[in-house]
Protein backbone atom coordinates (compact mmCIF):
# COMPACT_ATOMS: atom_id res chain seq x y z
CA UNK A 1 0.00 0.00 0.00
CA UNK A 2 0.87 3.50 -0.17
CA UNK A 3 3.76 4.89 2.40
CA UNK A 4 1.92 7.71 3.94
CA UNK A 5 3.69 10.27 6.03
CA UNK A 6 2.97 13.49 7.28
CA UNK A 7 5.93 15.89 7.70
CA UNK A 8 5.57 19.78 8.75
CA UNK A 9 6.49 22.81 6.27
CA UNK A 10 8.50 25.59 6.34
CA UNK A 11 10.28 23.96 10.02
CA UNK A 12 12.03 21.57 8.02
CA UNK A 13 13.25 19.61 10.85
CA UNK A 14 16.36 19.01 9.35
CA UNK A 15 18.05 16.91 11.55
CA UNK A 16 21.70 17.30 10.40
CA UNK A 17 21.97 14.12 11.13
CA UNK A 18 21.83 12.44 7.68
CA UNK A 19 18.50 14.30 6.65
CA UNK A 20 15.56 14.31 8.88
CA UNK A 21 14.34 16.77 7.06
CA UNK A 22 10.83 17.56 7.64
CA UNK A 23 9.64 20.53 6.16
CA UNK A 24 6.67 20.91 8.90
CA UNK A 25 3.66 19.68 6.47
CA UNK A 26 0.96 16.87 5.72
CA UNK A 27 1.90 13.51 5.44
CA UNK A 28 4.43 12.02 2.83
CA UNK A 29 2.94 9.25 0.42
CA UNK A 30 5.10 6.31 -1.36
CA UNK A 31 6.58 6.76 -4.69
CA UNK A 32 3.89 4.54 -6.13
CA UNK A 33 1.19 6.83 -5.01
CA UNK A 34 -1.66 7.46 -7.76
CA UNK A 35 -2.62 10.37 -8.90
CA UNK A 36 -5.57 11.58 -7.55
CA UNK A 37 -8.34 13.30 -9.98
CA UNK A 38 -11.72 14.44 -9.58
CA UNK A 39 -13.12 15.99 -12.82
CA UNK A 40 -11.39 17.20 -15.95
CA UNK A 41 -7.58 17.87 -15.48
CA UNK A 42 -6.51 21.30 -16.56
CA UNK A 43 -4.75 21.88 -19.88
CA UNK A 44 -1.18 22.58 -19.05
CA UNK A 45 -1.04 23.68 -22.86
CA UNK A 46 -1.22 27.36 -22.23
CA UNK A 47 0.94 27.10 -19.11
CA UNK A 48 3.70 25.25 -20.38
CA UNK A 49 3.97 26.93 -24.09
CA UNK A 50 5.18 30.13 -21.35
CA UNK A 51 7.48 27.57 -19.62
CA UNK A 52 8.88 26.21 -22.94
CA UNK A 53 9.24 30.18 -24.18
CA UNK A 54 11.12 31.04 -20.98
CA UNK A 55 13.67 28.48 -21.05
CA UNK A 56 14.51 28.71 -24.73
CA UNK A 57 15.05 32.72 -24.23
CA UNK A 58 17.45 32.41 -21.47
CA UNK A 59 19.34 29.50 -23.65
CA UNK A 60 18.99 32.16 -26.73
CA UNK A 61 20.09 34.85 -24.33
CA UNK A 62 22.21 34.75 -21.78
CA UNK A 63 25.30 35.89 -21.47
CA UNK A 64 27.46 33.23 -20.16
CA UNK A 65 25.62 30.46 -21.96
CA UNK A 66 28.48 27.59 -20.98
CA UNK A 67 27.52 28.57 -17.59
CA UNK A 68 23.53 26.97 -18.13
CA UNK A 69 23.42 23.88 -16.07
CA UNK A 70 20.12 22.25 -17.75
CA UNK A 71 18.92 20.25 -14.95
CA UNK A 72 19.71 23.28 -12.53
CA UNK A 73 17.15 25.55 -14.58
CA UNK A 74 14.79 22.46 -14.83
CA UNK A 75 14.91 21.71 -10.78
CA UNK A 76 14.36 25.84 -10.67
CA UNK A 77 11.26 25.61 -13.39
CA UNK A 78 10.01 22.21 -10.66
CA UNK A 79 10.28 24.18 -7.63
CA UNK A 80 8.67 27.55 -9.06
CA UNK A 81 5.93 25.29 -9.51
CA UNK A 82 5.32 23.70 -6.14
CA UNK A 83 5.95 27.06 -4.04
CA UNK A 84 3.50 28.85 -6.55
CA UNK A 85 0.67 26.25 -5.62
CA UNK A 86 0.58 27.70 -2.38
CA UNK A 87 0.61 25.12 0.12
CA UNK A 88 3.68 26.75 1.62
CA UNK A 89 6.72 24.69 2.95
CA UNK A 90 4.50 20.82 1.98
CA UNK A 91 3.48 20.64 -1.12
CA UNK A 92 7.54 20.74 -2.56
CA UNK A 93 10.43 19.63 -4.52
CA UNK A 94 13.40 17.05 -3.59
CA UNK A 95 16.57 16.46 -5.37
CA UNK A 96 17.26 12.64 -5.58
CA UNK A 97 19.94 13.34 -2.57
CA UNK A 98 17.18 15.57 -0.79
CA UNK A 99 14.47 12.26 -1.42
CA UNK A 100 17.68 9.87 -0.50
CA UNK A 101 18.10 11.72 3.13
CA UNK A 102 14.31 12.21 3.90
CA UNK A 103 13.94 8.61 3.34
CA UNK A 104 16.89 7.85 5.74
CA UNK A 105 15.51 10.12 8.08
CA UNK A 106 12.39 8.51 8.50
CA UNK A 107 14.35 5.03 9.28
CA UNK A 108 16.35 6.34 12.43
CA UNK A 109 19.75 5.60 11.10
CA UNK A 110 21.78 9.30 10.18
CA UNK A 111 25.08 10.75 9.20
CA UNK A 112 25.36 14.10 10.12
CA UNK A 113 26.09 16.34 13.41
CA UNK A 114 22.80 15.47 15.59
CA UNK A 115 20.55 18.92 15.85
CA UNK A 116 17.31 19.78 14.58
CA UNK A 117 16.72 23.42 13.33
CA UNK A 118 14.25 25.63 11.99
CA UNK A 119 14.11 29.22 10.72
CA UNK A 120 13.28 31.89 13.39
CA UNK A 121 10.93 35.06 12.65
CA UNK A 122 14.19 37.03 12.08
CA UNK A 123 15.44 34.35 9.45
CA UNK A 124 17.82 32.92 11.31
CA UNK A 125 18.82 29.55 10.63
CA UNK A 126 18.20 28.64 14.79
CA UNK A 127 19.16 25.24 16.60
CA UNK A 128 15.71 23.68 18.36
CA UNK A 129 16.92 20.44 19.47
CA UNK A 130 20.30 19.15 20.03
CA UNK A 131 20.27 15.18 20.48
CA UNK A 132 22.18 13.29 23.23
CA UNK A 133 25.83 11.87 22.66
CA UNK A 134 25.95 13.18 18.79
CA UNK A 135 28.85 14.93 17.43
CA UNK A 136 26.89 18.34 17.93
CA UNK A 137 25.85 17.69 21.48
CA UNK A 138 30.02 16.57 22.16
CA UNK A 139 30.76 19.74 20.29
CA UNK A 140 28.67 21.82 22.92
CA UNK A 141 25.87 23.24 20.70
CA UNK A 142 23.00 24.28 22.54
CA UNK A 143 19.13 25.37 22.11
CA UNK A 144 19.08 28.56 20.47
CA UNK A 145 22.17 28.82 19.03
CA UNK A 146 22.47 30.46 15.44
CA UNK A 147 23.79 29.08 12.49
CA UNK A 148 25.37 31.64 10.87
CA UNK A 149 27.35 30.51 7.98
CA UNK A 150 28.41 26.58 6.74
CA UNK A 151 32.51 26.30 5.51
CA UNK A 152 32.85 29.80 5.69
CA UNK A 153 29.79 30.68 3.57
CA UNK A 154 27.03 32.88 4.92
CA UNK A 155 23.82 31.32 5.80
CA UNK A 156 22.09 34.76 5.27
CA UNK A 157 19.20 33.76 2.88
CA UNK A 158 18.76 30.64 2.43
CA UNK A 159 16.06 28.64 3.04
CA UNK A 160 16.80 25.93 5.96
CA UNK A 161 16.81 22.78 3.12
CA UNK A 162 20.01 25.06 1.74
CA UNK A 163 21.87 25.28 4.84
CA UNK A 164 21.13 22.00 5.79
CA UNK A 165 22.32 20.38 2.67
CA UNK A 166 25.73 22.09 3.00
CA UNK A 167 25.68 20.54 6.51
CA UNK A 168 25.32 17.37 5.49
CA UNK A 169 28.01 15.66 4.09
CA UNK A 170 29.56 12.16 4.07
CA UNK A 171 30.60 9.78 6.99
CA UNK A 172 34.35 10.63 8.63
CA UNK A 173 34.44 14.46 6.98
CA UNK A 174 34.15 18.04 8.88
CA UNK A 175 32.47 20.38 8.71
CA UNK A 176 32.70 23.86 9.93
CA UNK A 177 29.92 25.84 11.37
CA UNK A 178 29.68 29.53 12.73
CA UNK A 179 27.49 29.48 15.49
CA UNK A 180 25.94 32.51 16.81
CA UNK A 181 24.69 32.74 19.95
CA UNK A 182 23.17 35.67 22.67
CA UNK A 183 26.01 37.53 25.05
CA UNK A 184 29.03 36.16 22.96
CA UNK A 185 30.67 36.58 19.79
CA UNK A 186 30.22 34.76 16.88
CA UNK A 187 32.64 31.35 17.15
CA UNK A 188 33.24 28.60 14.38
CA UNK A 189 32.84 24.61 15.25
CA UNK A 190 34.56 21.97 13.80
CA UNK A 191 32.81 19.06 14.06
CA UNK A 192 33.03 15.48 12.53
CA UNK A 193 30.04 14.06 10.88
CA UNK A 194 29.02 10.79 11.88
CA UNK A 195 26.18 7.74 11.69
CA UNK A 196 24.06 7.03 14.56
CA UNK A 197 21.00 6.25 15.58
CA UNK A 198 18.35 8.25 17.22
CA UNK A 199 16.13 6.83 19.18
CA UNK A 200 12.41 7.45 18.66
CA UNK A 201 11.12 7.13 22.49
CA UNK A 202 12.73 8.14 25.65
CA UNK A 203 11.09 8.49 28.73
CA UNK A 204 11.99 9.23 32.38
CA UNK A 205 9.97 9.37 35.97
CA UNK A 206 9.09 12.56 36.89
CA UNK A 207 11.15 12.28 40.82
CA UNK A 208 9.16 11.98 43.87
CA UNK A 209 5.87 11.55 41.84
CA UNK A 210 4.36 8.54 39.71
CA UNK A 211 4.30 10.59 36.45
CA UNK A 212 6.78 9.56 33.32
CA UNK A 213 7.60 12.10 31.17
CA UNK A 214 7.97 10.04 27.44
CA UNK A 215 9.20 12.31 24.44
CA UNK A 216 8.54 11.36 20.63
CA UNK A 217 11.40 12.69 18.46
CA UNK A 218 9.56 12.30 15.50
CA UNK A 219 6.57 9.43 13.50
CA UNK A 220 9.30 7.25 11.83
CA UNK A 221 8.67 4.08 10.83
CA UNK A 222 8.29 2.09 14.53
CA UNK A 223 7.68 4.98 16.46
CA UNK A 224 4.22 2.99 17.58
CA UNK A 225 6.16 -0.33 19.09
CA UNK A 226 8.88 1.93 20.45
CA UNK A 227 6.14 4.37 22.55
CA UNK A 228 4.16 0.86 23.18
CA UNK A 229 7.59 -0.30 25.15
CA UNK A 230 7.91 3.14 26.94
CA UNK A 231 4.58 2.65 28.12
CA UNK A 232 4.96 -0.45 29.13
CA UNK A 233 8.05 0.03 30.88
CA UNK A 234 6.69 3.28 32.60
CA UNK A 235 3.59 0.79 34.18
CA UNK A 236 6.07 -1.64 35.87
CA UNK A 237 7.54 2.25 37.39
CA UNK A 238 4.48 2.55 38.67
CA UNK A 239 3.17 5.61 36.80
CA UNK A 240 -0.33 6.53 36.71
CA UNK A 241 -0.29 9.74 34.23
CA UNK A 242 2.02 10.83 31.76
CA UNK A 243 3.55 13.93 29.98
CA UNK A 244 3.56 13.15 26.35
CA UNK A 245 6.23 15.56 25.27
CA UNK A 246 5.68 16.05 21.15
CA UNK A 247 7.29 19.21 21.15
CA UNK A 248 9.43 20.15 17.93
CA UNK A 249 8.47 17.18 16.29
CA UNK A 250 8.06 17.51 12.49
CA UNK A 251 6.10 14.65 12.10
CA UNK A 252 6.18 11.15 9.57
CA UNK A 253 4.16 8.88 8.42
CA UNK A 254 0.38 8.74 9.15
CA UNK A 255 0.44 5.07 10.11
CA UNK A 256 2.49 5.62 12.98
CA UNK A 257 0.14 8.87 13.65
CA UNK A 258 -2.63 6.76 14.00
CA UNK A 259 -1.03 4.24 16.26
CA UNK A 260 0.50 6.52 18.26
CA UNK A 261 -2.69 8.51 18.78
CA UNK A 262 -4.62 5.01 19.30
CA UNK A 263 -2.66 4.59 22.67
CA UNK A 264 -4.35 7.02 24.38
CA UNK A 265 -7.75 7.29 22.46
CA UNK A 266 -9.64 4.09 22.96
CA UNK A 267 -12.20 4.55 20.62
CA UNK A 268 -14.19 6.52 17.54
CA UNK A 269 -11.40 8.14 14.65
CA UNK A 270 -8.35 9.87 15.11
CA UNK A 271 -8.26 12.39 12.05
CA UNK A 272 -10.91 13.26 9.33
CA UNK A 273 -9.57 13.33 5.85
CA UNK A 274 -11.24 14.79 2.12
CA UNK A 275 -9.53 14.45 -1.09
CA UNK A 276 -9.85 17.03 -3.64
CA UNK A 277 -13.46 16.16 -5.02
CA UNK A 278 -14.48 16.70 -1.26
CA UNK A 279 -14.52 12.62 -0.30
CA UNK A 280 -14.63 12.01 3.47
CA UNK A 281 -11.94 9.02 4.80
CA UNK A 282 -11.59 9.34 8.49
CA UNK A 283 -9.09 7.14 9.80
CA UNK A 284 -10.02 5.01 12.74
CA UNK A 285 -8.73 4.19 16.14
CA UNK A 286 -7.00 1.06 16.56
CA UNK A 287 -8.32 -1.24 19.07
CA UNK A 288 -6.01 -2.22 22.17
CA UNK A 289 -4.53 0.91 23.63
CA UNK A 290 -2.16 0.66 26.77
CA UNK A 291 -2.86 4.43 28.07
CA UNK A 292 -6.73 4.57 26.93
CA UNK A 293 -7.93 5.15 30.49
CA UNK A 294 -5.21 7.06 32.44
CA UNK A 295 -4.45 10.54 32.46
CA UNK A 296 -2.21 12.32 29.72
CA UNK A 297 -1.19 15.58 29.60
CA UNK A 298 0.36 16.54 25.88
CA UNK A 299 3.43 19.37 25.57
CA UNK A 300 3.41 21.36 22.19
CA UNK A 301 5.09 24.27 20.85
CA UNK A 302 5.46 26.18 17.35
CA UNK A 303 7.32 23.49 16.12
CA UNK A 304 4.99 20.65 16.57
CA UNK A 305 4.17 19.57 13.42
CA UNK A 306 1.87 17.57 11.33
CA UNK A 307 1.41 13.93 12.62
CA UNK A 308 2.18 15.63 15.73
CA UNK A 309 -0.89 17.76 15.27
CA UNK A 310 -3.01 14.92 14.52
CA UNK A 311 -2.11 13.18 17.80
CA UNK A 312 -2.41 16.05 19.48
CA UNK A 313 -5.62 17.17 17.82
CA UNK A 314 -7.22 13.50 18.58
CA UNK A 315 -6.02 13.64 22.41
CA UNK A 316 -7.84 17.03 23.01
CA UNK A 317 -10.94 16.25 20.81
CA UNK A 318 -11.94 12.87 22.69
CA UNK A 319 -11.31 14.41 25.79
CA UNK A 320 -8.84 12.50 26.90
CA UNK A 321 -5.90 14.65 27.40
CA UNK A 322 -5.10 18.53 27.33
CA UNK A 323 -2.14 20.35 25.25
CA UNK A 324 0.25 22.50 27.59
CA UNK A 325 2.26 25.13 26.02
CA UNK A 326 1.75 27.59 22.70
CA UNK A 327 -0.04 27.27 19.23
CA UNK A 328 1.50 24.30 17.00
CA UNK A 329 2.51 24.86 13.34
CA UNK A 330 -1.05 24.05 11.73
CA UNK A 331 -0.04 21.30 8.87
CA UNK A 332 -3.43 20.42 7.24
CA UNK A 333 -2.34 18.36 4.06
CA UNK A 334 -1.84 15.24 2.99
CA UNK A 335 1.39 14.84 1.12
CA UNK A 336 1.44 12.29 -2.02
CA UNK A 337 5.38 11.70 -3.10
CA UNK A 338 5.67 11.13 -6.98
CA UNK A 339 9.16 10.13 -8.04
CA UNK A 340 10.80 11.75 -11.24
CA UNK A 341 12.33 10.05 -13.96
CA UNK A 342 15.87 10.87 -12.42
CA UNK A 343 15.13 10.20 -8.47
CA UNK A 344 13.88 13.59 -7.49
CA UNK A 345 10.84 13.91 -6.16
CA UNK A 346 7.74 16.21 -5.67
CA UNK A 347 5.70 16.04 -2.66
CA UNK A 348 2.33 17.18 -3.95
CA UNK A 349 -0.94 17.67 -1.38
CA UNK A 350 -3.30 15.33 -2.35
CA UNK A 351 -5.88 15.28 0.48
CA UNK A 352 -6.75 17.83 3.43
CA UNK A 353 -7.17 16.71 7.14
CA UNK A 354 -9.26 17.88 10.01
CA UNK A 355 -8.89 17.34 13.93
CA UNK A 356 -11.24 14.08 15.24
CA UNK A 357 -13.41 16.96 16.04
CA UNK A 358 -13.66 18.70 12.82
CA UNK A 359 -11.14 21.38 13.46
CA UNK A 360 -9.42 23.15 10.60
CA UNK A 361 -5.66 22.86 11.31
CA UNK A 362 -4.34 24.41 8.03
CA UNK A 363 -2.56 27.54 8.35
CA UNK A 364 -4.06 27.41 11.74
CA UNK A 365 -2.22 25.63 13.89
CA UNK A 366 -3.78 24.15 17.15
CA UNK A 367 -4.68 26.65 20.50
CA UNK A 368 -3.37 24.83 23.59
CA UNK A 369 -5.66 24.08 26.70
CA UNK A 370 -3.13 25.93 28.80
CA UNK A 371 -1.06 28.42 27.33
CA UNK A 372 2.76 28.43 28.61
CA UNK A 373 5.49 30.06 26.39
CA UNK A 374 9.21 28.96 27.15
CA UNK A 375 11.89 31.85 27.84
CA UNK A 376 14.12 31.81 24.86
CA UNK A 377 17.34 30.88 26.97
CA UNK A 378 15.05 27.92 28.86
CA UNK A 379 16.56 24.62 28.55
CA UNK A 380 13.73 21.97 27.67
CA UNK A 381 13.62 19.23 30.25
CA UNK A 382 14.13 15.71 28.19
CA UNK A 383 13.79 12.60 29.80
CA UNK A 384 18.12 12.00 29.89
CA UNK A 385 18.43 14.77 32.28
CA UNK A 386 15.05 14.19 34.05
CA UNK A 387 16.53 10.79 34.97
CA UNK A 388 19.33 12.96 37.01
CA UNK A 389 17.39 15.62 38.89
CA UNK A 390 15.91 15.66 42.37
CA UNK A 391 12.36 17.48 42.84
CA UNK A 392 14.22 20.45 43.84
CA UNK A 393 15.94 20.87 40.55
CA UNK A 394 13.15 20.40 38.74
CA UNK A 395 11.46 23.34 40.43
CA UNK A 396 13.60 25.86 39.81
CA UNK A 397 13.77 24.46 35.96
CA UNK A 398 13.65 26.61 33.43
CA UNK A 399 10.78 24.67 31.63
CA UNK A 400 8.23 26.09 33.16
CA UNK A 401 6.19 24.16 29.78
CA UNK A 402 7.00 20.75 31.84
CA UNK A 403 6.37 21.85 34.99
CA UNK A 404 2.62 23.09 34.06
CA UNK A 405 2.09 19.91 32.85
CA UNK A 406 3.38 18.03 36.34
CA UNK A 407 1.27 20.52 38.36
CA UNK A 408 -1.66 19.60 36.00
CA UNK A 409 -1.09 15.71 36.60
CA UNK A 410 -0.63 16.33 39.95
CA UNK A 411 -3.78 18.20 40.38
CA UNK A 412 -3.17 21.53 40.24
CA UNK A 413 -4.98 23.88 38.26
Do not use: C
Not at 21 to 43: D, N
Amino acid sequence: GALVLVLAPVLAVVMFAGGVFSERSGILGSPTTPAVSAGPAASPAVGMKLVDEAWRTIQDNYVDPKSLDDQELSYGAIRGLTEAVGDEGHTSFMTAEEAKAADQSLSGSFVGIGVQVSEDDAGNITIGTVFPSTPADEAGLTRGDHIKAVNGKSTAGETVDETVSRVRGPEGEQVVVTIGRDGTADFDVTITRRKFDLPLISWAMVPDTTIAMIRLEQFATGATDALKEAIGEAREKGATGIVFDLRSNPGGYVNEAVGVASQFVGDGIVYQAFDRSGKQKDAKVKEGGLWTDLPVVVLANGDTASSAEIVSGAIKDSGRGKIVGEKTFGTGTVLGRFDLSDGSSMRIGTERWLTRGGQEIWREGLEPDIKVELAEDAQPILPETLRDMTAAELAASTDAQFRAAVELLSGGS
